[in-house]
């Protein structure tokens, strides 16, 4: 007996790291790939937009940054509706291919002296493609592994997929930064800055080979088994907004806070420290890797413990932090390299438990059988407008006031995210299989398939 429930742990424990490790790698290459676009805003700006003046230029890159947002939702709808109707692995094999792919080919355009005004045509259609297989990443990873987690592990399987996050951020930055050292500034402006973008394709056929493993989870398929029973199969995002609207509001406020500062700090900061604070490139990089190789640890830590707490007490301390950090980090951040090094560490350590609590919301708002469709069209809704914009806003109000405009900016969302977490936050529970039974709790349902597979 001993025996064969020691056969059951080993096995269920394989298999939620198989969930773990491919739900991380997408999180991984989504990262590393968005990343290297905003590290290499200032060169991509001289190549494709170099007809206009530098600030113009840069503007536009990252118009280009942020418009590509837009097709972030219309990925949400889509990949959604794959993920709840079609299964969570189909969606995100298919979303895995496209982001490797979009970014692959960014690193093969051609640039405005080769081909004139088609060069940032093709960038822009790179970035939108990229963008909309984003749409069905991030949200559906946090779907494939926290709903396999009981949830008071929730906190431990997801931080995985935070540090996936982190990885794919600091990989860019230290590719960056291998490609600075290795060539000239001529060499870098020829070729080097293609190479970070082209390692795209072996990171997603590594993604593809641990996707195509997985199984879907055993709350979906009750799921889709109580669905392919009812006479009339509802359209996922038809029944999301006639039965969980309130939820994907909140969702939308806490993801507004987390896109916010999060596309500051991998979009803008770099530039930030280059073009208004004088760094050179790989200063500016160098102070990005250590920030985030000391927070990695320390976020990993951070978001362990959270299944000590509640979520709302989780949640509330982290947009709490970053309203006392806001200012401050900004203030350092013009003090040298120590104090810059200091301000991003910080913001890195208060940022990224955020997008924990994310995943936590994914989960826990919705009901199964839409929960990809509701959690990812309000997830990808907020990244549009305020993850995509954060770049471009960033810049504006650092060029027309100064940086602490948008220390200032961030401080406002953040108490807003207060009010978010204390009153729209649930805490941890499980949610019904199905989402026109609110009665049933998800054990009854499973419960019920299991009983319906025997007969």
Not at 11 to 17: A, G, P, S
Not at 84 to 94: P, S
Not at 116 to 129: D, F, N, W
Not at 161 to 176: P, Q, T
Request: some cysteine; charged content about 15%; glycine content about 8%.
């Amino acid at each position: 007996m001993s025996t064969t429930i020691s056969l059951q742990d080993r096995e269920l424990r394989r298999k939620r790291t198989e969930v773990t490790r491919a739900g991380a790698i997408g999180n991984f290459i989504e990262f590393f790939d968005f990343s290297l676009y905003g590290f290499f805003a200032v060169m991509i700006s001289q190549l494709f937009f170099p007809t206009i003046s530098p600030v113009a230029a840069l503007l536009a890159t990252f118009a280009v940054y942020g418009g590509a947002f837009v097709m972030r939702p219309v990925g949400a709808i889509v990949f959604g509706h794959v993920a709840d109707r079609v299964g969570r692995r189909r969606a995100l094999i298919l979303a895995v291919i496209l982001m490797s792919l979009a970014t692959t080919l960014i690193g093969i355009l051609p640039t405005f002296a080769q081909v004139g005004v088609a060069a940032p045509v093709l960038l822009l259609l790179c970035r939108l493609t990229q963008a909309f297989s984003a749409g069905g990443e991030q949200s559906n990873s946090y779907v494939l592994v926290l709903e396999q987690s009981a949830a008071n592990q929730r906190g431990r399987n997801g931080s995985w997929l935070v540090v996936a996050v982190m990885g794919g951020v600091v990989s860019g930055i230290l590719l960056s930064l291998l490609m600075e050292s290795m060539t000239t500034v001529e060499q870098m402006t020829a070729w080097g800055w293609r190479v970070p973008f082209l390692i795209a394709a072996p990171l997603g056929l590594l993604g593809l080979y641990l996707r195509l493993k997985l199984q879907e989870s055993d709350v979906f398929k009750a799921a889709a088994a109580e669905v392919s029973k009812s006479d009339k199969r509802h359209v996922p995002l038809v029944q999301a907004f006639r039965t969980v609207k309130k939820e994907m509001l909140v969702l939308f406020g806490w993801v507004a806070l987390v896109s916010l500062c999060g596309y500051i700090l991998i979009g803008f900061m770099v530039t930030l420290l280059v073009k208004f604070e004088g760094y050179d490139m790989s200063s500016a990089l160098g102070i990005m890797a250590v920030g985030f190789l000391l927070g990695i640890p320390a976020v990993h830590g951070i978001c362990r413990w959270s299944d000590r707490v509640s979520r709302k007490t989780f949640a509330g301390f982290n947009a709490a932090a970053l309203v006392i950090w806001a200012i401050p980090a900004f203030l350092l951040i013009g003090q040298g390299p120590v104090g810059a090094t200091v301000a991003i560490t910080g913001w890195i350590i208060i940022m990224y438990p955020m997008n924990l609590v994310a995943g936590f919301a994914v989960v826990e708002l919705f009901p199964v059988d839409v929960r990809a469709t509701a959690s990812a069209l309000p997830y990808q809704l907020a990244f549009a407008v305020f993850g995509g914009s954060a770049p471009y806003v960033a810049t504006w109000l650092t060029s027309s006031f100064s940086s602490m405009a948008v220390a200032y900016y961030v401080t406002i969302f953040a108490v807003i995210g207060i009010a978010v977490a204390v009153f729209g936050l649930p805490n941890a529970r499980q949610m019904a299989v199905i989402s026109t039974d609110g009665d049933k709790t998800l054990e009854d349902e499973l419960d019920d398939a299991k009983a319906a597979s025997l007969r």
